[in-house]
């Protein structure tokens, strides 16, 4: 290529959309994930650049009256449902219909794994006080107090809902090995680690 000033033109949102539609379900191979990696090591952004974005940030920052204000003018106002529709498409960057819904790459059938929703449950906090109050906030491992503590399921929250085939909020409401104190136990968070089923563990092996 020949030496030279280059002006790049701005690309329109039609283009960039295109480009997008082309590179949706693509996965890069690992020759191309580690080029990538490759070509960040050992950059150091330029002094210019950061006193640049430097002063970008002067001046950005609102005060508390001023946010204040703005939430006060908003408080008690509900957003039409055109208005949901710009936010949600705004927060993909540009409002390009086929990336929404269904369409999204992100996309897993519109409807979250069951034993989230579970623990978001009034029944489910219950069961946590309950717990913690029967064993006096304490550790049943270490006997340690004062510290965060978790409420452990002995049998995993996740297999009672696989065996028991729970499908929504309502069959989850009606099992009662689900809200069953005796399967659960206080415990640190150093000794939570340690569990057979921590975070999942005992998916994995």
């Not at 819904?101 to 929703?117: A, E, F, T």
């Not at 978001?120 to 109050?133: A, C, G, I, L, P």
Request: glycine fraction near 8%; hydrophobic fraction near 25%; aromatic fraction near 6%.
């Amino acid at each position: 290529m020949a030496a030279g000033i280059y002006i790049h033109k701005k690309q329109s949102k039609e283009h960039i959309a295109k480009r997008v539609e082309k590179l949706i379900g693509q996965k890069r191979t690992v020759e191309q994930k580690q080029r990538m990696v490759d070509s960040h090591k050992g950059y150091k952004m330029p002094e210019s650049q950061k006193q640049r974005l430097r002063e970008l940030q002067i001046g950005t920052k609102q005060s508390a009256e001023t946010v204040e204000k703005r939430v006060a003018k908003l408080r008690g106002r509900k957003r039409t449902i055109e208005q949901r529709k710009r936010i949600s498409l705004s927060k993909i960057g540009m409002a390009i219909p086929w990336l929404t819904g269904k369409n999204n790459p992100n996309w897993r059938g519109g409807i979250s794994k069951i034993d989230r929703l579970c623990r978001r449950m009034r029944e489910y906090y219950k069961w946590r006080s309950d717990v913690f109050t029967r064993d006096n906030w304490t550790c049943q491992t270490c006997g340690i107090t004062g510290v965060y503590v978790t409420a452990h399921h002995k049998i995993g929250f996740s297999k009672i809902i696989k065996e028991n085939g729970i499908k929504n909020q309502e069959d989850a409401r009606k099992c009662k090995e689900l809200w069953d104190t005796k399967n659960g136990v206080t415990l640190c968070e150093e000794c939570h680690k340690l569990t057979d089923n921590y975070k999942g563990r005992a998916k994995t092996t």
